[in-house]
């Protein structure tokens, strides 16, 4: 046995089932007539401990009879030329171990028995005439983590447990780590070796850099520990080490950025076609803002999330009044929604013939790039996006048309009313609608009186 510091290299004989022929040396002859000794052929594997953790580093593709090794003494009998080879092999595996572990402690925080392994397996590999310790992979990074938690979400997806648009949120969390661990030189840091203070250079990275909000950048904290947890879950990773971590939760008010009454009406009568024929604009590309700016309309009075609306999973029905009804089902939540489609939506729908199938469609990315150019060309002070659009509605019909909160939530497809905050607050003219005077209060008490008199 073998020790530096918190480690030991042991080596043992191995019986084989294979009867190739092994090579033999001068040992003690062993008498025929003693049936009770065992001659198996076999080979010598390594085992090794690190910091009390153990574990097998496979064979050292040296074979040889049981009778050739000499456990006690870890090292092959006899003085043959051949036992000679095969104890500097066995030396020789020890001193590259010894000279592994200085340089793996030198390079990382923390040194585990799993990156010894898999480093010692990847020199074996690219060691040019010496035999290869084949092992399973236990080795990973964090870039791989993530990337086989997206493998895991896109199966789920198919069944219908997550929708796409989480899976691309959470491919845009991944992207944002990538970069993290590039810029900073952690991308070939084993993702074992994670710890607190890596995640708080994450969120210090994401504020200074990316300058994300407290609530963005928990998300991807959260993202992290939801794909460590899950590569621990399924053995990818011999441990979760942000298992305790806690992600601390800002309280921050939320964003129910929206477009005023205003501000729509003048995206609404906007004429982008116009431009194109004033040679303002470029008429593919007036064509293009026109349909984004019909699409980001006709959400502001469905108040449908992204995926919801590209998914068509809705349908429209008209009443016997010939007002339109939107109704479908969020597929985030699994809620039903339905509501009377305002004028301007049916408008919307209208010009393009009354076709879920011909309303346009882009991905979310393309979508919110055309916002920005069209907030641009209308002149209107916010950064357009996606989520606007159902903030917009939100505020619409909380703040304008007075509807119950309970309602709105129901037409948002929302689980509960406390989810609408993140879309929508009372304003002040909500209040002042809502809060008649004690005058004409008094005067329907009166008026009510009467009657009853």
């Given at each position: 046995?073998?020790?530096?510091n918190?480690?030991?290299?042991l080596?043992?004989?191995?019986?084989?089932?294979?009867l190739?022929?092994?090579?033999?040396t001068?040992?003690?002859?062993?008498?025929?007539?003693d049936?009770?000794?065992d001659?198996?052929?076999g080979?010598?594997?390594?085992?090794?401990?690190?910091?009390?953790?153990r574990?097998e580093?496979?064979?050292?593709?040296?074979?040889?009879?049981?009778?050739?090794?000499d456990?006690?003494n870890?090292?092959f009998?006899?003085?043959s030329i051949?036992?000679?080879?095969?104890?500097?092999?066995?030396?020789?595996?020890?001193?590259?171990?010894?000279?592994?572990?200085?340089?793996?402690?030198?390079?990382n925080?923390e040194?585990?028995?799993s990156l010894?392994?898999?480093?010692?397996?990847?020199?074996?590999?690219s060691r040019?005439?010496?035999?290869?310790?084949?092992e399973?992979?236990?080795?990973f990074?964090?870039?791989e983590?993530?990337?086989?938690?997206?493998q895991?979400?896109e199966?789920r997806?198919?069944?219908g447990?997550?929708t796409?648009?989480?899976?691309?949120?959470?491919?845009?969390?991944?992207?944002n780590?990538?970069d993290f661990?590039?810029?900073t030189?952690?991308?070939?840091?084993?993702?074992?070796?994670?710890?607190?203070?890596f995640?708080?250079?994450?969120a210090i990275?994401?504020?200074?850099?990316e300058?994300?909000g407290?609530?963005?950048?928990?998300?991807h904290?959260k993202?992290?520990?939801?794909?460590?947890?899950?590569?621990?879950?399924?053995q990818m990773?011999?441990?979760n080490?942000l298992?305790?971590?806690?992600?601390e939760?800002?309280?921050?008010?939320?964003?129910?950025?929206?477009?005023?009454?205003?501000?729509?009406?003048?995206?609404?009568?906007?004429?982008?076609l116009?431009m194109a024929?004033?040679?303002?604009l470029?008429?593919?590309?007036?064509?293009?803002?026109?349909?984004e700016?019909?699409a980001?309309?006709?959400?502001?009075?469905?108040?449908?999330?992204?995926?919801?609306?590209?998914s068509?999973?809705?349908?429209?029905?008209?009443d016997?009044?010939?007002?339109?009804?939107?109704?479908?089902?969020?597929?985030?939540?699994?809620?039903?929604?339905?509501?009377?489609?305002l004028?301007?939506?049916?408008?919307?729908?209208?010009?393009?013939?009354?076709?879920?199938e011909?309303?346009?469609?882009k991905?979310?990315?393309?979508?919110?790039?055309?916002?920005k150019?069209?907030a641009?060309?209308?002149?209107?002070?916010?950064?357009?996006s996606t989520?606007?659009?159902r903030?917009t509605?939100?505020?619409l019909?909380?703040?304008?048309?007075?509807?119950?909160?309970?309602d709105?939530?129901?037409m948002?497809?929302?689980?509960s009313?406390?989810?609408?905050?993140h879309?929508a607050?009372?304003?002040?003219?909500?209040?002042?609608?809502?809060?008649?005077s004690?005058k004409?209060?008094?005067?329907?008490?009166?008026q009510?009186?009467?009657?009853?008199?």
């Amino acid at each position: 046995m073998y020790h530096i510091n918190r480690m030991c290299v042991l080596f043992w004989f191995r019986k084989s089932t294979n009867l190739k022929l092994v090579p033999t040396t001068k040992t003690k002859q062993v008498s025929t007539d003693d049936t009770n000794i065992d001659d198996s052929p076999g080979f010598i594997q390594m085992r090794f401990t690190y910091n009390a953790d153990r574990d097998e580093f496979g064979s050292t593709h040296i074979d040889c009879k049981k009778s050739q090794w000499d456990p006690e003494n870890q090292a092959f009998k006899g003085k043959s030329i051949w036992a000679q080879e095969q104890n500097k092999k066995l030396n020789t595996y020890k001193q590259r171990i010894e000279k592994l572990i200085e340089d793996l402690e030198r390079e990382n925080e923390e040194v585990t028995i799993s990156l010894i392994k898999h480093a010692f397996s990847t020199k074996q590999r690219s060691r040019a005439g010496v035999g290869t310790i084949s092992e399973r992979r236990t080795i990973f990074t964090l870039l791989e983590v993530c990337a086989y938690h997206y493998q895991q979400q896109e199966k789920r997806q198919k069944l219908g447990k997550v929708t796409q648009s989480t899976l691309e949120i959470q491919a845009n969390y991944a992207a944002n780590i990538s970069d993290f661990v590039k810029a900073t030189k952690r991308d070939k840091l084993p993702a074992t070796s994670l710890n607190q203070d890596f995640m708080d250079d994450v969120a210090i990275y994401l504020a200074d850099v990316e300058k994300f909000g407290s609530a963005h950048i928990e998300k991807h904290l959260k993202y992290i520990k939801q794909a460590m947890k899950l590569a621990a879950e399924r053995q990818m990773i011999s441990k979760n080490p942000l298992a305790s971590f806690r992600v601390e939760t800002n309280e921050e008010e939320p964003d129910t950025t929206h477009l005023t009454v205003e501000q729509l009406q003048r995206l609404i009568t906007f004429d982008f076609l116009a431009m194109a024929k004033a040679g303002e604009l470029h008429p593919a590309a007036a064509e293009s803002l026109d349909k984004e700016r019909d699409a980001f309309v006709f959400n502001c009075f469905t108040g449908m999330h992204h995926y919801d609306y590209t998914s068509k999973l809705f349908r429209i029905d008209k009443d016997l009044k010939a007002d339109y009804w939107l109704v479908g089902k969020r597929q985030k939540t699994k809620k039903e929604f339905f509501l009377k489609l305002l004028e301007p939506g049916v408008a919307v729908l209208k010009k393009y013939g009354e076709s879920l199938e011909a309303l346009p469609v882009k991905s979310n990315q393309k979508r919110n790039d055309s916002l920005k150019l069209i907030a641009a060309y209308v002149g209107l002070p916010v950064r357009l996006s996606t989520k606007i659009a159902r903030k917009t509605f939100a505020d619409l019909a909380l703040n304008e048309m007075l509807i119950p909160a309970d309602d709105v939530a129901t037409m948002l497809g929302l689980t509960s009313t406390e989810r609408l905050k993140h879309y929508a607050r009372p304003r002040r003219n909500r209040l002042a609608r809502l809060l008649s005077s004690w005058k004409s209060l008094s005067n329907q008490l009166n008026q009510n009186d009467q009657q009853t008199a």
